[in-house]
């Protein structure tokens, strides 16, 4: 006889929606275990394998864990808001709201097709006002004990689609969505100051069993720093440039300093600087690229040396030549550094 997959599946798969055989009970007699997977974006593009293959592992263990008694609960939701649906609700003048609506569904039918065990009652979507009014109540929280706070960054920016694109959406210094030439435009974002909870988020990674390259990986992104601000002079100015450094003690190695091509500073001295038409040249080139490509390591360094300003230790009073280079951020830290090519790997490639 042969096995009919379709039909076998669809039999059982209904008996599971009528029974709610996956809806976790309010059952205190048994023990209770909680399984969560991330979250999918329901794009109108439907699931792809990798929501599926990061589902399953925690699919076997609900099921494991309820045939051992366990109450348990593996809830899904759908965390919906974003750029894609955005632009599609923009390009067809469809309602956002219906264009949600039906990725939701179609993402709901699949998931429920692959017969994953999640309890379907308590299902939630990010968009849904009584979800999100609680995201809401979370921020305000948090910008009233000063936790959450606006300050400039770079973004990406599609001059012709007029939004800013994550990194993702803007590699090669193209926009993913027109194939336009992204901007780096300087914009006031929130941000969240997760530095306040550092001790506390690393001392939380001795209570989980992670794998040391994802201990690492968080342990970065926690990015606890120890370090010093310094301030230079600027000769023949009152000006301060400020850096920080997490090796105060090389301070005697500063060889040259790099600032952010954006550092305001340039802008400030342009009438001293003697080759302005170098540096805006080399300027609008970093324009193009994205903050992520900027950052990466392994790459050539480039730069132009600032003619006409220089800086000022502030230990020996030597005078320090400025560079601008692409490989220092104004997002990150003061937008200048000193250069200690001695101690430094970056500073080094620089220099030579
Ligand atoms: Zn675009």
């Not at 809401?136 to 910008?143: A, E, G």
């Not at 310094?230 to 003690?249: A, Q």
């Not at 324009?287 to 990466?296: D, L, N």
């Amino acid at each position: 006889m042969q096995y009919n997959f379709a039909e076998v599946e669809a039999k059982w798969q209904k008996i599971w929606e009528e029974k709610q055989t996956f809806a976790a009970s309010d059952d205190h007699s048994k023990p209770k275990f909680y399984a969560l997977v991330e979250f999918p974006y329901p794009s109108g593009a439907g699931m792809h394998v990798g929501h599926i293959k990061a589902y399953s592992g925690l699919e076997v263990v609900a099921r494991k864990r309820r045939l051992q008694g366990y109450n348990v609960l593996f809830p899904i939701g759908f965390d919906a808001f974003g750029l894609p649906t955005e632009n599609y609700a923009i390009k067809t003048g469809m309602h956002p709201r219906k264009v949600t609506d039906m990725n939701i569904e179609k993402f709901t039918d699949q998931l429920k097709h692959v017969g994953f065990s999640f309890d379907w009652s308590r299902v939630i979507d990010t968009t849904d006002e009584d979800y999100y009014r609680w995201t809401q109540w979370i921020f305000l929280k948090m910008f009233e004990k000063g936790l959450a706070f606006r300050d400039k960054t770079l973004v990406n920016y599609c001059p012709s689609c007029k939004v800013v694109l994550s990194n993702e959406d803007s590699q090669g210094g193209k926009c993913d969505i027109c194939h336009s030439e992204i901007v780096q435009k300087p914009k006031d974002v929130w941000y969240l100051r997760i530095t306040e909870y550092a001790d506390k988020l690393l001392e939380g990674l001795n209570e989980v069993d992670f794998l040391p390259n994802i201990r690492l990986q968080q342990e970065n992104w926690i990015g606890k720093s120890t370090g010093a601000f310094v301030n230079f002079g600027v000769k023949g100015t009152d000006e301060k440039l400020r850096i920080y450094t997490t090796r105060p003690d090389t301070l005697f190695g500063v060889t040259f300093m790099v600032l952010a091509p954006e550092h305001p500073i340039i802008e400030k001295y342009a009438d001293r600087i003697a080759n302005m038409d170098a540096i805006n040249a080399y300027k609008a080139e970093c324009a193009k690229k994205t903050e992520f490509e900027r950052a990466q390591l392994v790459k050539d360094k480039t730069g132009t040396k600032i003619e006409g300003l220089c800086a000022i230790h502030p230990l020996t009073g030597e005078e320090i030549p400025l560079y601008i280079s692409d490989y220092v951020m104004m997002g990150y830290g003061t937008g200048a550094i000193m250069a200690v090519p001695a101690h430094d790997e970056r500073d080094y490639d620089f220099a030579k």
